[in-house]
């Protein structure tokens, strides 16, 4: 089994920052793609930002200038510092990380549990 746990959430005023964090923990082999996504209350999930194994990023444009995705993958952890933050990016975020398990293995999407941000205006 492979578990991801975020942490860093919490409420914070508008202009101000938050860094989340999810670690991967388990039966792991390698990890691919990890990222972040969100979802609003009444809205689907979005896709908030990206990253490779050889860190290659990619953002929503909603958060280009203010979000950075990076990722330790000594400690199978992958980082959200967000500067700037607006009442708009209030939403629960959840990390994924794409994983092997096993050299023979396919690559599986796992998917964390969810921290709540809360900007407040």
């Known amino acids: 089994q492979v578990q991801l746990v975020e942490s860093g959430g919490g409420l914070v005023q508008a202009g101000g920052s938050l860094r989340l964090s999810c670690s991967a923990s388990?039966?792991?082999?390698?990890?691919?793609?990890m990222g972040w996504y969100r979802q609003a209350p009444g809205k689907q999930r979005e896709l908030v930002a990206t990253?490779?194994?050889?860190?290659?990023?990619n953002y929503a444009d909603s958060v280009k200038g203010r979000f950075t995705i990076s990722r330790d993958n000594a400690k199978n952890t992958v980082y959200l510092q967000m500067n700037s933050l607006k009442p708009e990016d209030t939403a629960v975020y959840y990390c994924?990380?794409?994983?092997?398990?096993?050299?023979?293995?396919?690559?599986?999407?796992?998917w964390g549990q969810g921290t709540q941000v809360t900007v407040s205006s």
């Open positions: 388990g039966s792991i082999f390698s990890i691919n793609g």
């Open positions: 990253i490779t194994s050889s860190s290659s990023t």
């Open positions: 994924h990380a794409v994983v092997r398990r096993h050299f023979w293995s396919t690559e599986y999407t796992y």
